[in-house]
């Protein structure tokens, strides 16, 4: 399937880290920016953090210092260390993959942040 797969959410204490990982097997990865966006419950979807296909990243104010992004482009993998998490960060974290019109989905991972 095209459609990029994450995992690595989970419900973590305030101050804890996760690292969301997100596979898109089925795509040439290299070529394609990819990113992280998140969508808490009666919020607008926004963007975390993208890193283009030569390495560029760059990220939403509310993540900076605390979140990084990265990717393996031998595994088909992106992924998101998020430190010094905060009740705030609760969301689905949704991964992209976008390549001229090309963009893919994936359906998201949990990620509850508790006080």
């Known amino acids: 399937q095209v459609q990029p797969v994450e995992s690595g959410g989970g419900l973590v204490q305030a101050g804890g880290s996760l690292r969301l990982s997100c596979v898109a097997s089925a795509i040439t990865f290299s070529i394609y920016d990819m990113a992280w966006h998140r969508q808490a419950p009666g919020k607008q979807r926004e963007l975390v953090a993208q890193?283009?296909?030569?390495?560029?990243?760059t990220y939403a104010e509310a993540g900076k210092g605390r979140f990084t992004i990265s990717r393996d482009n031998a595994k088909k993998t992106v992924y998101l260390q998020m430190n010094s998490l905060k009740p705030e960060d609760t969301a689905v974290y949704l991964c992209t993959a976008h390549f001229m019109k090309y963009e893919y989905w994936g359906q998201g991972t949990q990620v509850t942040v508790s006080s």
């Open positions: 890193i283009t296909s030569g390495g560029t990243t």
